[in-house]
């Protein structure tokens, strides 16, 4: 009894309490198992392929396996409710994007998709690109309009799923510049191209990929524009679309999170090491190879940003809702 006075007396002291110290004793030095790495598509698209390149400096950093899960269906949803499920004890990671992260979460019921997860750090960033199959008569935006309303609600476009970033981005593109497509949806970013590239659909608006920017190159698809505000550099004499399209503006990112309430250390950890991959020189030329730039951003900067583009994305979809289940969903 003398004992455990003294140690809750000196727990006091040091500003904790004894059941604290007893629950940071029990808990495990991470890592100390394997990490998933839960990606919400199908295995051989852009987010899959983005999560092993971070595969290997995170191995190397923690000593442990990082075993990449691919979890495709329901818009991304099925990994992410995985990932909010899961023990918040760092060994559950989820890489996501605009769609599963913020999306496809406030469309199902989630109104604070963030209050679920932690932010652990932001990987990359680009430009989705606006690409139509060879037989669409169209060399830029302008043709593009025209074609789409001389054929109004008979051109198809591919997306990764039901309200990923690609159905959502093709959305407000239709909606602005009054014209309607009906949408193909896909589990994943990989049959979307083989889509594309066959004439299964005539039109594409998603992040780049290595092998969509080889078809590109072998002229198999066409890329008329590209989403960003301002003309990107990686994508040299690439137009934007809000040069035929006023304001129009949406930009693709890739990020890690982990479940709600993961303990601050880890989460220093995880970021420390996120930062060290996407600033180095391996990473960065891959990113570039991608047509990506690499996450630059604060943990804090990158947390406040995902609140303003909730927020943003929270009105568009009120608006959007009564396009669902019509000719533009």
């Not at 698209?45 to 290997?56: K, S």
């Not at 074609?147 to 093709?170: D, F, I, M, Q, W």
């Not at 239709?174 to 083989?194: F, L, N, R």
């Not at 970021?271 to 804090?300: H, I």
Request: hydrophobic share 40%; with cysteine; glycine share 8%.
């Amino acid at each position: 009894m003398v004992n455990r006075r003294r140690f809750a007396l000196a727990s006091l002291l040091l500003g904790f309490s004894p059941a604290h110290a007893f629950a940071q004793a029990r808990q495990p030095a991470f890592p100390s198992k394997p990490i998933r790495l839960i990606v919400p598509y199908s295995a051989g698209g852009t987010t899959d392929l983005l999560a092993r390149l971070i595969q290997e400096p995170l191995q190397q950093r923690f000593k442990q396996p990082v075993v990449v899960e691919s979890m495709p269906g329901a818009s991304g949803m099925i990994g992410f409710r995985a990932t909010i499920n899961a023990a918040p004890d760092g060994h559950t990671l989820f890489f996501g994007n605009n769609g599963p992260v913020l999306l496809a979460p406030q469309l199902q019921g989630q109104s604070d998709p963030l209050s679920k997860l932690t932010t652990l750090g932001l990987i990359c960033s680009g430009s989705l690109l606006l690409m139509t199959h060879p037989s669409v008569p169209a060399n830029n935006v302008q043709e593009l309009i025209q074609y789409l309303k001389a054929n109004p609600g008979r051109v198809e476009y591919a997306s990764a799923g039901n309200n990923s970033l690609g159905h959502y981005a093709t959305m407000l593109f239709a909606k602005m510049s009054d014209t309607s497509m009906v949408h193909i949806p896909y589990q994943g970013q990989a049959p979307c191209t083989t889509a594309l590239v066959s004439g299964e659909v005539k039109l594409l608006l998603t992040s780049p990929s290595t092998s969509m920017l080889q078809f590109i190159d072998q002229g198999k698809i066409k890329l008329l524009a590209v989403s960003s505000a301002k003309p990107d550099a990686l994508f040299e004499n690439t137009p934007t679309i809000n040069s035929q399209v006023p304001n129009y503006a949406v930009d693709s990112w890739f990020g890690i999170f982990g479940p709600a309430g993961m303990p601050a250390d880890t989460v220093r950890q995880i970021n420390d090491a996120l930062t060290e991959a996407v600033t180095s020189d391996k990473l960065k030329a891959q990113f570039r190879q991608l047509q990506f730039q690499p996450g630059q951003a604060t943990l804090a900067a990158f947390r406040d940003s995902l609140r303003n583009e909730m927020h943003q994305w929270s009105q568009t979809l009120a608006t959007q809702q009564q396009l669902t289940g019509s000719g533009q969903s």
